[in-house]
């Protein structure tokens, strides 16, 4: 079984970077798809980033497009989504998700979830 831990979240200015990483344990990582979701007060959780098991194929929220990129190192059992030009409307808190389900673009089909860790980012 796999768990998560998310970490990487806190207060920056419009426009900084950011990076959350995303701690796995369990020895099956290798196997699952990740993604990185993020709810906003009084939001939905919304999906933002996914990437395959092995790394060859990534997808983004239109929002998030140009701006962060999610990537994986399967040898350390972590997942990262670096966020650049971030907004205020970026904030939220983000949780790290896995799935072994191929259809993993898709919320409803992420099974294992981390805590989250939240992100502010002042205008």
């Known amino acids: 079984q796999v768990q998560l831990v998310e970490s990487g979240g806190g207060l920056v200015q419009a426009g900084d970077s950011l990076r959350l990483s995303c701690t796995t344990s369990?020895?099956?990582?290798?196997?699952?798809?990740m993604g990185w979701f993020r709810q906003a007060p009084g939001k939905e959780r919304e999906f933002v980033a996914a990437?395959?098991?092995?790394?060859?194929?990534?997808y983004y929220a239109n929002s998030v497009k140009g701006r962060f990129t999610i990537f994986r190192d399967n040898a350390k059992n972590m997942v990262y989504l670096q966020m650049t030009s971030l907004k205020p409307e970026d904030t939220a808190v983000y949780y790290c998700?896995?799935?072994?389900?191929?259809?993993?673009?898709?919320?409803?089909?992420?099974?294992?979830w981390g805590l989250g860790t939240q992100v502010t980012v002042s205008s």
């Open positions: 998700a896995a799935t072994m389900n191929p259809a993993y673009v898709t919320i409803g089909n992420y099974n294992i």
């Open positions: 369990g020895r099956t990582f290798g196997y699952v798809n």
């Open positions: 990437i395959g098991r092995f790394a060859l194929n990534t």
